[in-house]
């Protein structure tokens, strides 16, 4: 029987933990509507427990293109970490995103 782990070197140094598993996240999405093409979308996820916390959040402007295509621009934060007796490790991040998809 197989399972997952997480295995770690630096020089000597060396590292194994075999306490992985997943989380599930609640997930929000909205929209407000500027124009036919246009619009605000907020959208999140998240989980947090005694044991830590994980934390997704975007806004961004999004235009409908004629063709099935739309493209995009806003802000990110990811944020979270774990606070256990054998972990203590968070992390805060921030950046803006563009992007370009298309809808089927």
Do not use: C
């Amino acid at each position: 029987m197989g399972g997952s782990y997480i295995k770690l070197r630096q020089g000597d140094l060396r590292a194994k933990d075999d306490d992985l598993g997943l989380v599930p996240l609640l997930h929000l999405y909205g929209a407000y509507h500027f124009t036919d093409r246009t619009s605000l979308v907020l959208d999140f996820e998240g989980a947090a427990a005694s044991q830590g916390r994980a934390l997704d959040f975007a806004v961004q402007v999004r235009h409908e293109l004629p063709t099935g295509w739309h493209v995009y621009g806003g802000y990110r934060t990811l944020e979270g970490g774990a606070d256990n007796s054998s972990v203590y490790a968070f992390a805060w991040l921030h950046h803006a995103s563009v992007g370009i998809g298309y809808r089927f």
